[in-house]
Structure formats: structure tokens, C-alpha cells
């Protein structure tokens, strides 16, 4: 149901929705791997750091300022909201994803992507965040 809005097919939306999960991880990933020191949840997810969570939130915001910009079909502040939600329930997803795994007792969890966490690494993100920015769209609808 992301792709409508309005009950016309705005396929832009879902793509752009996509676009800030991607950045995000990949955001979160680079700054963390350059300048990450502060462990963000260690006893879960030793790799993750504050400083990487912040750049992924920072880029994310910078590309739903420019998605605003080139795509009206949100408001610049709703492409804000948009991309905060996503980087919260998206963070939150790979934690709980890195802790089923730790649970299991596997470095992997498939053997698809062999050092890459498997496809539910690559998945995580959009598992959970696609349920808030369908509930964040409802909510614009109506709100506005």
C-alpha cells in the first residue's frame, strides 16, 4: 500500500522510501567504520557506534531534503518525518535482527551473502521501517 497515495500510484514515493533506508545503512556503515568510537548497544551489535547512527541520520536527512525538492508528492517537513522515522525503526531493526542472531548463535543468517549477515542483513531495515512510513503516510493523510 506505500506506493499510493491518494489512491494514485506514486511510484516515486516507494522508491524514494527505499533510497533512505539504503542511505542510512550505507551512511551509518561509512561514518561509523571512519570515525566511530562510541559503541552504541556493544553487548548486541559490537560494531555499531554513535558517531555511525548520527551520520546515517544526517545523510538521510540531506537526501529527504533533496527528494523534497524534486518530489512534491510529500512536503519538505514530511520528507523529513519521513526520513527520521525510518532511521529509527530502521536502526531498530538491524539491532533486534543482530540479536536473533547473536541468540541463534550465528555470524550469518543465510549463506546468500556470505559475509554480508546474510539476506536478512540486507532486509532488516526495510522489515521494520516499512511498517512506520506506511503508518507515517497514513498519518500525513490524515492529518493534513
Do not use: C
Not at 514515493?13 to 561514518?31: H, K, P, R
Not at 517537513?77 to 527520521?84: G, H, N, R
Not at 555470524?107 to 511498517?131: E, N, T, V
Amino acid at each position: 500500500m506505500i506506493p499510493y497515495k491518494n489512491d494514485a500510484f506514486a511510484k516515486y514515493l516507494i522508491v524514494g522510501i527505499f533510497l533512505l533506508i539504503w542511505i542510512n545503512d550505507s551512511f551509518a556503515y561509512l561514518v561509523g567504520k571512519s570515525i566511530g568510537r562510541t559503541k552504541l548497544f556493544p553487548a548486541v551489535s559490537p560494531k555499531k557506534t554513535w558517531e555511525g547512527t548520527i551520520g546515517g541520520l544526517v545523510f538521510t536527512m540531506g537526501a529527504a531534503y533533496l527528494m523534497a525538492r524534486y518530489e512534491p508528492i510529500l512536503n519538505p517537513l514530511q520528507w523529513l518525518i519521513m526520513a527520521a522515522v525510518i532511521v529509527i525503526a530502521g536502526s531498530f531493526g538491524d539491532l533486534v535482527e543482530s540479536k536473533l542472531k547473536r541468540s541463534a548463535g550465528v555470524k550469518d543468517s543465510g549463506a546468500i551473502l556470505p559475509g554480508h549477515g546474510g539476506m536478512l542483513d540486507r532486509l532488516d531495515s526495510l522489515i521494520f521501517a516499512a511498517p512506520f512510513a506506511y503508518l507515517t503516510l497514513n498519518i500525513f493523510t490524515y492529518v493534513s
